[in-house]
């Protein structure tokens, strides 16, 4: 039904009465009606909502594909994010939607991006329930899978006791009696970062320690011990650690733990379309979030080592600022 037809079926006066925005609400969603794009987003959370709000403001007709699993979704709360600090996730994420989404040239699609392909006028993207779309410029901020290790009760914990990161979550966790469960050199970096929150720390190797002899004095002066044997169960209440059992039955009392884990990308799109990834399994971007293929882009966990909200908020602000100015250039 069109507008005009509405309006001579409700009258205008009622019309007026049932939506504040009568006529802002409905020029947005006739200009959406096609599937064709300037730009296409993969992933809706911080970085891709962050890239959507910088091409709103420029009137780029942009869609947001999103399937509503972030990576931090069981993570309590959000923080070193300027006012933002002590927020939940969802929270966040909830307030970015709803500013994002009030530029009429937003459209917010929830699905699940499967494939995409090159065209001669840029990409096309297909959903899960076979959805086509289609756009100029591509961008992934589609976030990486953490790969759970084979240790009962980590995933419960995960993001919640069991953390990855000092900045994130180490002022929370300050004082405690804490585990480090990585080991070389990343579970080294890990133990002096966090050496400054608390003095009763652990490394966890699961295995033969990978130190050098350096390390080790450094380890042994800061009181730091290391235990090679390998974990096998987390024990905690409602993701709460609270002892760390070993393959040999032996115990430990813990009250928290960073983990280093592996991680995949959560979307193997951009590999298809020819994107290279890191040594680290990054998606491979310039300063200015530009992949390996021309007309695609990155930002957020995809792409950085640094895995914060501030950091995907940041990458997304200036993705979408570069692709406004290729567009400009494009066609102006």
Not at 66 to 83: A, E, Y
Not at 104 to 114: C, M, N, P, Q, V
Request: aromatic fraction near 8%; charge should be neutral.
């Amino acid at each position: 039904m069109t507008r005009r037809e509405i309006i001579k079926l409700f009258g205008v006066s009622g019309l007026v009465l049932a939506l504040p925005k009568p006529l802002s609400l409905f020029a947005k969603y006739n200009n959406m009606d096609k599937n064709e794009f300037e730009v296409i987003i993969i992933g809706g959370s911080y970085s891709g909502l962050s890239a959507a709000m910088a091409l709103g403001r420029s009137l780029r007709k942009t869609l947001i594909i999103d399937s509503g699993k972030p990576c931090n979704r069981q993570t309590p709360h959000s923080h070193n994010f300027l006012t933002q600090d002590g927020s939940t996730p969802q929270e966040i994420s909830t307030i970015a939607k709803q500013q994002v989404l009030s530029y009429d040239t937003i459209r917010f699609y929830e699905g699940l991006a499967i494939s995409g392909k090159k065209i001669a006028e840029g990409y096309e993207v297909t959903t899960s329930n076979q959805d086509v779309f289609r756009a100029k410029k591509l961008v992934f901020a589609s976030g990486i899978k953490d790969l759970m290790p084979n240790i009962k009760g980590f995933s419960e914990c995960w993001g919640i006791s069991v953390v990855h990161c000092p900045y994130c979550h180490g002022y929370e966790i300050r004082n405690k009696k804490t585990a480090i469960i990585a080991n070389g050199e990343r579970a080294f970096h890990i133990a002096s970062l966090v050496n400054n929150l608390t003095k009763d720390i652990t490394i966890l190797t699961s295995g033969k320690k990978d130190f050098d002899d350096n390390q080790l004095l450094k380890l042994k002066s800061h009181n730091i011990t290391v235990i090679e044997n390998e974990v096998l169960e987390i024990e905690h209440k409602e993701g709460q650690l609270e002892t760390i059992i070993f393959k040999d039955g032996s115990k430990a009392h813990f009250e928290c733990a960073y983990a280093s884990i592996p991680f995949e990308q959560s979307s193997k799109i951009p590999e298809e379309l020819g994107c290279k990834l890191t040594e680290h399994g990054h998606i491979e971007v310039d300063f200015m979030h530009k992949t390996t293929m021309d007309g695609i882009f990155a930002c957020g966990d995809n792409s950085s080592m640094m895995r914060s909200v501030a950091t995907a908020v940041y990458g997304g602000n200036i993705t979408g600022a570069v692709i406004n100015s290729e567009l400009t250039k494009e066609s102006f």
